[in-house]
């Protein structure tokens, strides 16, 4: 397995024990092309600051 991924599965596994239910993950790209992570965030129910 891919050593990012390993280490980001292992991330996850730990904060999901210690309660976090939601998790999102974003790239480079979807901060650069806003509205794949606004729809990521929208997704996790994260809302908006306007």
Do not use: W
């Not at 050593?3 to 480079?28: A, E, M, P, W």
């Not at 509205?35 to 929208?42: A, G, I, P, Q, T």
């Amino acid at each position: 397995m891919n050593t990012h991924v390993n280490k980001q599965c292992k991330r996850d596994d730990y904060l999901r024990k210690h309660g976090v239910t939601t998790i999102v993950h974003f790239s480079f790209d979807d901060v650069i092309h806003r509205e794949l992570l606004y729809r990521k965030l929208d997704d996790a129910g994260i809302p908006r600051m306007h």
